[in-house]
Nanobody, 124 residues
């Protein structure tokens, strides 16, 4: 399994931006598709974005489409989530995840490695 560490969360006002990072350990990062999921208090975990191993294919959840952008730098073993036009309903713990296949997936059950999460809070 790959070890994942998220960073970049924090408190931001509505309409603001944040960039999350997910640093992966190991030498096979560029073989893995990666994903971002989020979980708000009292709610189920929700898919946000996914990117394939090369970075050439991405898919977004309906609630973040057009505002969030997922990217990766395989040379740095890092995935990013640029979040713009943030809304209070984006408040959640954001998790990055890796799957041992290069193709994307929107299903959390298909990811085998998870980070510890980073809190994002958007104030109104």
């Amino acid at each position: 399994q790959v070890q994942l560490v998220e960073s970049g969360g924090g408190l931001v006002q509505a309409g603001g931006s944040l960039r999350l990072s997910c640093k992966a350990s190991g030498r096979t990062f560029n073989n893995y598709a990666m994903g971002w999921f989020r979980q708000a208090p009292g709610k189920e975990r929700e898919f946000a974005a996914t990117i394939n191993s090369s970075g050439g294919s991405t898919v977004y959840g309906n609630s973040v489409k057009g505002r969030f952008t997922v990217s990766r730098d395989n040379a740095k073993n890092t995935m990013y989530l640029q979040m713009n036009s943030l809304k209070p309903e984006d408040t959640a713990v954001y998790y990055c995840a890796a799957r041992t296949r290069p193709v994307i997936s929107v299903y959390d059950r298909e990811y085998s490695s998870w980070g510890q999460g980073t809190q994002v809070t958007v104030s109104s």
